[in-house]
Every structure is written in C-alpha cells, then in structure tokens.
C-alpha cells in the first residue's frame, strides 16, 4: 500500500502541479478533499476549488515545476519535501509581473484512502517567495 501511495503523490505533483492536468484529480483526489494550507497561499477545499487554484497558478507561473527531493510513506500517510520553480509572468501576491525565476521549496503531508487523497497539510518556505517578489528585505 505505501509504494500505492508514493506513486499517487507522483502524479499528483508530475502530472497535476507540473503539468497543469488538473482532469486527473477526478481520478487521485476525493471530490471533498480538505486542505490544510499556510496563510499566504490558502487552504483550498474540495477537488473542483483545488483544480482552480492549479488552473489559475499556470496562468500566472510559466514553466511551473515541484521537484521531489523526498517521498516517504507510512500506512496511509505520505510525506513529501521538495522545491518549486517557475517564472512570473502575471501579477503575483500584490507583485507585478517581472519574467524573473521564482524558486522556493516545502512540505507536505497527504492522507490517502483508497488510493485516492482525501487530505493534505503543507507549508512552503513563502518568506523566501516573498522576498524574491520584492515584499520583504533580504537580510544580507
């Protein structure tokens, strides 16, 4: 069951958030996903408001890519760390478009139920996304 699960969160990310084939969420999601996101990018509920946000995302950031650095999976639990590349070609958390390479990473977490996601919490590292949007001073 944990390589099952492993394999779904692949797709999830290779297919769904790399891709932008948000269709094949009809197939690897529960249609009352919950989500429990971070403050800057959300928490969006059920399959059809996720599909949306992805929809909207690759409008908004071309070349979008999540590269895994990890997946590890316990029962019905599966754990990812990985990174997001894109270029911000549309307004973007109050920033105007810049063309510039956008690159932060992080994790989640996604309960699965019958081969299918029915849960996920995550955080990303948005004070990095921010800083490259202009939002916050780097420190250095």
Known sequence: MCEENKEVIRRFY???MTEGSTDILDEIMAPDFRDHGETLFGSPQGRDTLKRGVAMT?????????DLHDVIADGDMVGVRGEMRCIQQGDFLGAPASGNELTWKGLAMFRLADGRIVERWFNSDSLTLVRQLGGVADPA
Request: glycine share 0%; net charge neutral; charged share 35%.
């Open 14 to 16: 290779r297919e769904v």
């Open 58 to 66: 690759h409008s908004i950031l071309a070349d979008f890519r999540v």
